[in-house]
């Protein structure tokens, strides 16, 4: 199953990936983690892409559809769940073009749905784990056990640069103008079903899981 995850910034898409791939073996084609990967290891796309992200803004669509095509590339068959691309109508016009390319088929696209207030609350108290990247939130859902990480078992968390208040409404803009206009691309296409990301963690995970079981369209 290839899946693909849309929705503001703070909507449950990373967390919601990390469930999907514990639980069903996919693999989380994240975009954000890619990029903050490149800026870790100090790469010049890494300190090419560092002020745009640290704005808020979304990086050009030539590198990022240059980013994510090797990693379609290298699926050989494994399910995918897509978090942060595309982000633009462009990027959803090229994924469709690489994933012809690679034989691979997009089976549901689902829009996470959140209010705005919300929004910001959750990502002024995410925190994430710095080994396996899993998202946390200081009220909503902290590790079971406190200070380890549920996933990989590490005791080191980051919060990011980019979970300013200033820079989420940046952020959320770039959803509005830049993003929001591909719900209507996969609509006309039959894959785009909507859940309500407001609910809990687990049942935003129930609504999904529905969703993958139910049949496509
Ligand atoms: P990216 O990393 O993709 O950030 P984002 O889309 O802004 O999304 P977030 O990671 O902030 O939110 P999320 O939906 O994953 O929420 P999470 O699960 O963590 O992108 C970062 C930057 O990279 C962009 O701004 C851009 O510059 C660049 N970029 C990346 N891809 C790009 C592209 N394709 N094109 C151009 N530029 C690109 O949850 C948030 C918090 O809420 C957590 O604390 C979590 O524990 C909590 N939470 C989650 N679900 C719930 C719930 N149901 N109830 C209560 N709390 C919850």
Redesign the pocket.
Not at 30 to 33: A, C, E, F, H, Y
Not at 83 to 88: H, L, Q
Not at 197 to 201: L, N
């Given at each position: 199953m290839n899946i693909l995850?849309l929705?503001?910034?703070?909507?449950?898409?990373?967390?919601?990936?990390k469930r999907l791939e514990e639980r069903y073996g996919m693999i989380q084609l994240?975009?954000?983690?890619m990029?903050?990967a490149e800026r870790a290891s100090g790469s010049a796309l890494g300190r090419q892409?560092q002020a745009?992200?640290d704005a808020?803004?979304?990086?050009?669509?030539d590198i990022?559809i240059a980013l994510?095509a090797s990693r379609i590339a290298g699926l050989k068959g494994k399910g995918f769940i897509l978090?942060?691309?595309?982000?633009?109508v462009p990027?959803a016009q090229a994924l469709d073009d690489m994933l012809e390319k690679n034989g691979i088929a997009l089976d549901r696209v689902i829009e996470?749905t959140v209010d705005e207030d919300?929004l910001i609350d959750?990502?002024s108290?995410?925190?994430?784990c710095k080994s396996c990247g899993a998202?946390?939130?200081d009220r909503?859902?902290q590790p079971k056990q406190p200070g380890r990480c549920d996933i990989c078992g590490s005791t080191d968390f980051v919060r990011?640069p980019?979970?300013t208040a200033e820079t989420v409404k940046a952020?959320l803009e770039?959803?509005r103008d830049q993003t929001a206009p591909i719900l209507p691309y996969y609509r006309a296409k039959g894959l785009l079903r909507s859940i309500d990301?407001?609910?809990?963690?687990d049942?935003?995970a129930q609504q999904i899981e529905t969703i993958l079981k139910s049949p496509r369209g």
């Open positions: 995850l929705g503001p910034p703070g909507a449950g898409k990373g967390t919601q990936a994240s975009t954000g983690d990029l903050r892409v745009i992200m808020g803004k979304l990086v050009s669509d990022m994510i978090d942060g691309f595309p982000r633009t990027q996470l919300a959750r990502i108290g995410r925190f994430s998202s946390y939130h909503y859902h990011r980019d979970d952020r770039a959803y990301g407001m609910a809990e963690i049942a935003v």
